[in-house]
């Protein structure tokens, strides 16, 4: 199982998979390498997984380092231990934002970047569910009752099968004896109190430093993340940007769905 250690120490988990143009895919927040199991089927070249520190089977650090600049920094490492001069970036959701601080501090280092339901302006509502369940257990005790939980409680997605929450699911939590566990750090949730309490920052020249970058844009059409504003903001900016706006889901699509399939293949088009 590949393993890293960054500058400070930290050792890092990251899958590496396929050959060709690489793809590094950043996943979610909370999330891992297994955020991207339902699209890796269907994107060319070689694609690279990483857990985040703190995520996933990576080792959890001090939470003060849970912070987009050490993130960017650590796939830049990443990089480097895996001798790769360029890549592009699949961003989900802080995964995108990472992407975003990439285009602003290596922008020699990419070849494309595309954002899964991410852009410049964050909607409060969304960092409010984000924040009333971050660094908790599910109160659910199994699989299949997180599960059900999901099927029923996450109205903003339609038409998902139970065989699809039973593999996110299992992708984000360890099921135990005493019942279902976070795979991530929950002190996760203290970093993110702490950035809070500082002024939000504006993104948007992250998002202008994507210039001359292949850059494609998913988003759930009932996403409370990513508003239907922000993204029409974004592609005034950049006409050139691929869009695609996924029917029956929110924050954030399984980007496995025709429209997003369809983008990603014309964004791997642009850069290949």
């Not at 900016?237 to 014309?266: K, S, T, Y």
Request: glycine fraction near 8%; hydrophobic fraction near 40%; charge should be negative.
């Amino acid at each position: 199982m590949p393993f890293f250690q960054t500058s400070d120490g930290v050792n890092l988990h990251y899958l590496d998979e396929g050959t060709g143009t690489p793809i590094i895919a950043l996943p979610g927040l909370t999330r891992n390498a297994a955020d991207f199991d339902h699209v890796a089927p269907h994107l060319t070249g070689r694609l690279i997984r990483p857990d985040y520190r703190g995520r996933g089977q990576s080792d959890w650090a001090d939470h003060s380092t849970y912070t987009v600049p050490q993130e960017a920094r650590d796939i830049l490492e990443l990089m480097g231990h895996l001798k790769l001069e360029k890549a592009a970036l699949l961003g989900t959701s802080r995964g995108g934002i990472i992407a975003m601080m990439l285009a602003a501090t290596a922008h020699d280092r990419l070849l494309g970047v595309a954002l899964n339901d991410i852009g410049p302006v964050i909607e409060e509502a969304g960092l409010d569910v984000i924040m009333d369940y971050i660094g908790h257990n599910p109160a659910q005790k199994t699989y299949q009752e997180a599960a059900e939980a999901r099927a029923k409680l996450w109205t903003d997605f339609t038409d998902v099968p139970m065989e699809r929450w039973l593999a996110e699911v299992r992708g984000q939590y360890r099921e135990t004896e005493q019942g279902l566990v976070i795979r991530y750090d929950p002190k996760l949730r203290d970093a993110m109190i702490a950035a809070s309490a500082s002024p939000t920052p504006d993104l948007w020249p992250l998002f202008d430093a994507l210039v001359g970058l292949p850059l494609a844009l998913i988003r759930g059409a009932n996403s409370d993340l990513l508003s239907a504003q922000t993204a029409e903001a974004m592609r005034a900016r950049r006409p050139d940007m691929i869009c695609a706006n996924i029917p029956g889901r929110g924050h954030v699509p399984f980007l496995d769905e025709p429209q997003a399939l369809d983008a990603l293949r014309q964004w791997q088009e642009n850069y290949a």
